[in-house]
């Protein structure tokens, strides 16, 4: 618009100039009259066209100030848009966090349960196994009784009650009562039972009685250190750690169930769980450091498939970038 100003008034101006000059400019009248004349016309010509020009150029300009407008408007509305949907996936994304801290959450719980269930399904089997075996003993002493005395006894078990065996109806063990390799040694006699107390802390943890499980598992790592059951029940404190949100606490038993027990089936789950706790302690580049490590290491696991969830979830990619 400035531009356009300009340019009239230079127009303007050269107009009003040539009209000057020409009447400055001494002529005979006749001619001069018929010169001014035309040069009169052809001012108001020159002055018509500024005029139809500048109409012009004023509709033009109000047209592109009409479409500027629209585009700043339509910017705007843009602005707003994506603005709204960003509010609304960072929400999607704290709904999904939180989803997925419950699903594994319940799929914790589902593994729990498992692990109570196949370690009482051992346990029944182990004592259908041991009374098979003290069957089968008394068929064959019956049998080589019956085979050897005439009267069906035994030399060396006349006059003892029971057949023989001890009182209370308990079979001698073989290897002069050697001490089942489950059971600790004789200066931990009074060390309570192992599958006892592991079931006991396993079904508090699951009542949500952290206190009381935590003790119960702490006697399973205290009496019990070498067993396979101390790798679950240090994992278990961890769980109790991060469940009460002390998530230094979990990392630290986590990274003891890593370290001591690096073949427990409970390894895949305390790496995932390291890693959330990680990730919950504001180290995210750890806790994704985990993770990955999680699933490089145990691909087909249902933990990797977690990790794989939460790394999408917060955006990372699941294999680091090779340099």
Known sequence: MQ????????????????LAVLFIVPRPAHAASKEIIELQTQVQQLLDMVQRLQSTVDSRFGLVQHLVEQSTDSVNQMNATVATMQQKLNAQNESTNGKLDSVSGQVQSLNDSLDEMKTRIAKLDKQLQDIQSQLQNVQAQSTATTATMPGGIPP????????????????????????????????????PPLQETYQSGLRDYNAAKYDLAFSEFGDVLHYYPQDDLAGDAQFYVGEIAYRQQK?????????????????????????????????QLNQK???????????????????????????????????????
């Open 285 to 323: 580049d750890a806790g994704v450091h985990e993770l990955r490590s999680l699933i490089q290491r145990h691909p087909q696991t249902p933990e990797a498939l977690q990790a794989r969830s939460k790394l999408n979830a917060l955006g990372v990619r699941i294999t680091p970038a090779t340099r």
């Open 247 to 279: 998530y230094k606490d979990a990392v630290k038993s986590y990274n003891a169930v890593l370290e001591n027990f690096p073949g427990n089936r409970k390894a895949p789950a305390a790496q995932l769980r390291k890693g959330l706790a990680l990730i």
């Open 156 to 191: 060396q078990q006349q006059g003892q009650p029971n057949g023989g065996q001890p009182m209370g109806g308990q079979p001698m063990q073989d290897g002069g009562g050697a001490p089942n390799p489950g059971i600790p040694d004789a200066g931990a006699s009074q060390a």
């Open 3 to 18: 531009l356009i100003d300009h340019r009239r008034i230079w127009r303007y101006r050269f107009a009003a100039l040539l």
